[in-house]
């Protein structure tokens, strides 16, 4: 009977503590489901690193193949960063860890530095993500309710003091994913994969820099991506492409998709370095002006604009 009794009041422990966990997972959930969307079309997104340009790496990249595995084994390796809850690097994330990616080609390259104070490398990766993949927005901080703010701490996943750390004026926010990455979050950390994994969120986006206030007649748009992957695979890319900007590596033979690639966007940088001067005083007769220059054929500028992030 007593060994019944024990058993009985293990189960029902067991419960009870299964059930607050689920509530402080589900009010989260709550709370971070109203910002969820979807690409509304096949989408280029752009990530820049460093390559050194020397002989042993002339010759590996000397092979499409070899790009492709590599390019491939970058996403991979820089995603898996979000999901391995082991990895508490927090120094170099913006937002959290994860592939850092522009929603242009000019603004994280190294042309811009002027703009953005920082060199983030010299090659370039241009993702081609597909229409429905599943984007988390912070533009926005999101505003956590305190039920949910009561659940997480009864369920001992945040004491108070973690909690003002991790969500200032009860926003969830780009704070909320960087820091969650040092050891004393992983219960809150766990919660939040498992979050992104049973919606499928593939991207994050949030407040950053770019260069498409003309080119693409926004007010003011300022967005950048974060790629974690869907629960950590890369099936909602297309394609991937890099392109290297610098040194002897720019000079090797590339496939016909590589050349088209590099040529576009070697001249929408160019475009947009142009553009991003005109910024301050709205000149859009003038960006209409240089837009047609670089770009005399209507249906390709079109279709640039197609592919990007919003741009009309």
Known sequence: MKIAALVLTLIISFQISATEISTSLELLERDLSSSINQLEK????????????????RKYFRNFNNRNIFAQRHIQRSISQFWNISNHRTSKANVGLGLYLAIDPFISSPFAQDYSGANFGSVMIELSINKGTNVLSIKKTIEIQPDTFEALKRDNILNTKQITKLFKNNQFSQNTLKYMAKPEYVKF?????????KNHVSLIEYNWLSSLELFCNFKRKTSAMLYIGNQNKLSDINNSILIYWSGKLRKMNLSNDEMTSYSINKRLIKLLTKLKSYEKRAKYSKARSAAKKIFPNVSELLSIKEKLYKCK
Do not use: E, G, P, V
Request: hydrophobic share 30%.
């Open 189 to 197: 950390r766990k919660l939040i994969t498992f979050i992104m994994s």
């Open 42 to 57: 096949d989408t280029s997104f752009y990530h820049y690193l460093s390559i050194q340009d020397n002989s042993n790496n």
